[in-house]
């Protein structure tokens, strides 16, 4: 019987194809099919493009400008800084009340429109640093902790709980007011400094429960590592935290840096971030007071907004893609039907 089947041999290009499918096609078929995860790539990626024509501009190449001078566009992109000389047509201009600047300016002469642009890349860099620490951090001190147990457990256990001892905010503040830092990227990983310690306690108490399960007892009996134990056995039940936990870090880092830019603790001289924009309309222009100015507040809201609706909307979709139960529900079926076996009526 074995002497007349045939060999199959598999070329490493379909190997790597097979790959493709399995980690990255198929997931996201199954995550676009959720409405909510196409709102929220669709918002994403607006973000992205913006920041990424913001960033070649701010490197000298201008094709935001170029393609627009072409058009014979009356508005280009200029860097939000307040400018030395002032005129009368700069100052105070209402959206859509002059083209060349069609969201209109503060009272400093800004336009609006190029400062929330302007912020849009300082803004994705800090979500980065700050959501990848914080999610890399909760996940290897979670996972190690709570697979390998004895002295390890508790020593990584002690220190997350000296982590959330730790009151976040005033800890934040100190840092920004210590060292001053410029780069997104610190100011993202100093926002979440401790932000980690919550999800990694989380995380714990599910390993706990995840490493005596037969099929991680099955791994151990075979001889499989550790690593790969906890990559292919522990991990990917853990996914719908990890992924929930991400969002939730980008978001206190969206809120944070605004506080933090608001306050004055970082930046002020150009509108690198939302935050300041908002210090200039409350403080400078008295946007909350004289009528007229409301949309100094409204419009730099409205980015935020929109980054955090988006972000929620993600991690909502996502769950369909590591959440098994889910999944069943949304393709219209629940786990007893596909588990029960189909009965056939006799004939009468």
Known sequence: ?????????????????EVVDESIVAPFKIAWSDWRTKVALIIITTFVITAVIVWLHQIGITILNDALNLVGSP??????????????????????ENWETPLGT????VDVLSALLWATPGMLQMIIAGGVFSTA????????????????????????????????????VVLMAIFQPSSPYVIGIFITINVWAGLARTIHSQVLSLREKSYVEASRTMG???????????LPNLMPYITVNFV?????????????????????????????????AYNENNAMTVPGKEFMLILPMIPIIALS????????????????????RHEGKTVQDDDADPQVNPPM
């Open 248 to 280: 939730y870090a980008a978001r206190r880092v969206v809120y944070d840096s605004i506080a933090l830019y608001y306050l004055g603790l970082l930046g002020g001289a150009t509108a690198e971030n939302w935050g300041v924009m908002l210090d200039w």
């Open 1 to 17: 019987m074995f002497g007349e089947s045939a060999v199959t041999n598999v070329t490493r290009r379909q190997q790597a194809r």
């Open 137 to 172: 951090m909760a996940t290897l001190v979670g996972t190690v902790s709570g697979y390998k147990g004895g002295t390890v457990e508790t020593v990584l256990n002690t220190i997350v709980d000296v982590a959330v001892a730790i009151p976040g905010l005033p800890l934040v």
């Open 106 to 109: 503060f009272d400093n002469g």
């Open 224 to 234: 499989i590592s550790t690593p790969q134990i906890i990559r292919k056995d522990i």
């Open 309 to 328: 609706l988006a972000l929620i909307l993600l991690s909502q979709g996502t769950d369909k893609l590591f959440n098994p139960r889910v999944r069943t």
């Open 75 to 96: 508005w280009t992109l200029e860097t939000p800084r307040s400018p030395t000389v002032l005129t009368p047509e700069m100052t105070g201009v209402r959206p859509f």
